[in-house]
């Protein structure tokens, strides 16, 4: 039997990182009971950190307008099938409150780059009446990309976190999946300058995006433990039908859990959600997440009459849900595998 994977996996559990060559092994090499023994480390480790609690983060996904022509998302500006929706501040706070009443302690204000409606000014007073009405809890943003000075003025009206997956750390590959006028450097410095200013920062990918080679995950991996963001977004590619990757095929789900697992391994405090595109490729996805390492949630707290429209690839599932049912559904999903749902900001350690 050939060892190298699991020796590897032993290697990043021990010393938390492995070169491009080693990763490139790992991807390349591995096999499910490679997948299985990552799972248990990594389980083992989320165990020691964050013990048998799950921290959960509500969603409010308040605008589907955007900018951009990403080639796989729904809500690309080129979708003209799209229903677009944008809800007002009003709105947005009672997803809020309404959140609060279910024990949601972080609130994710997320939404396609619509800055022309919802100007830094504008989601700063947002972010202000959130934290006055709910002073222990956390704002996360998920807006895109923006320059300091605005990152810098929703910090200070009290942001805590912000939310950009970096999509793929392959400067060739980013260019297959965004029209040319998206720029791999300007995401990679709106990373950057997002810790400089303090913020509890996350990156992420999607596992097997069109195109995506092992070089890619390999640099994805180096990237990511580099950077040591405080949480990392990672769900498969799943395709949907008006975009351009409507054919391509979905992303693994195992390998998805196995990257999960990897992650959690090389670096052991991160926030790992079991992201929503997980539970869409499989029935239980997020279940098997948080065995595999993971240790959030993020369920909808979006009206239900605008869920369906913040469809970035097909099936999303919670789309028919309402708050409390999407509330319900994880603490179920979580209590049969022996995990418990808690009411906290839950920060990174
Ligand atoms: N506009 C913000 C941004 O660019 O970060 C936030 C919203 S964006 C829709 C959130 C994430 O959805 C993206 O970072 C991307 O990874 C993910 N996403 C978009 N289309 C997807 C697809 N077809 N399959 C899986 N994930 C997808």
């Known amino acids: 039997m050939d060892n190298t994977v699991k020796k590897l996996i032993g290697k990043l559990e021990e010393e938390h990182s492995l070169s491009r060559e080693e990763w490139l092994s ?71 409150d309404e959140g609060y009443e279910q024990g949601f302690r972080t609130f994710v204000l997320q939404s396609g780059e619509d800055f022309a409606v919802y100007p830094p000014e504008r989601m700063a007073d947002i972010v202000r009446r959130i934290k006055e009405a709910h002073p222990d809890c956390a704002v996360t943003l998920s807006l895109g990309e923006l320059e300091r000075d605005a990152l810098k003025l929703l910090k200070d009206a009290g942001a805590d976190r912000y939310l950009l997956r970096h999509e793929t750390a392959d400067k060739e590959h980013y260019a297959k999946l965004h029209p040319a006028e998206m720029s791999f450097e300007h995401r990679m410095n709106c990373l950057r300058t997002l810790k400089e200013l303090g913020y509890q920062t996350g990156a992420g990918l999607m596992v097997g995006s069109p195109y995506q080679t092992n070089e890619c995950l390999a640099e994805d991996m180096v990237f990511l433990g580099d950077f040591k963001p405080h949480m990392i977004g990672i769900g498969p590619f799943l395709p949907h039908k008006d975009t351009p990757f409507r054919d391509m095929p979905k992303g693994s789900y195992e390998l998805t859990l196995f990257i999960l697992s ?72 979580m209590a049969e595998i022996g995990y418990e749902v808690v009411i906290t900001r839950g920060d990174h350690i």
Do not use: H
């Open 26 to 96: 790992v991807f390349g090499g591995w096999d499910d009971s490679d997948r299985a023994y990552a799972a248990e480390k990594a389980r083992a480790i989320s165990l020691r950190v964050y013990g048998n609690k799950i921290f959960i983060r509500g969603i409010v996904e308040f605008s589907n307008v955007c900018k951009n022509d990403c080639f796989y998302c729904g809500i690309r500006r080129s979708n003209t099938n799209a229903q677009r929706y944008r809800l007002d501040d009003e709105e947005i706070l009672m997803c809020c």
């Open 262 to 333: 990897l992650c959690r391994l090389m670096l052991p405090d991160v926030l790992l959600p079991a992201t929503t595109a997980l539970g869409t490729i499989r029935e239980g996805g997020r279940a098997q997440g948080v065995l595999a390492g993971a240790n959030v949630i993020m369920p909808n707290l979006s009206p239900t009459a605008v869920r369906k429209k913040y469809m970035l690839y097909n099936d999303k599932i919670g789309t028919s849900d309402n708050t409390s049912d999407s509330r319900l559904k994880v603490e179920k999903e």
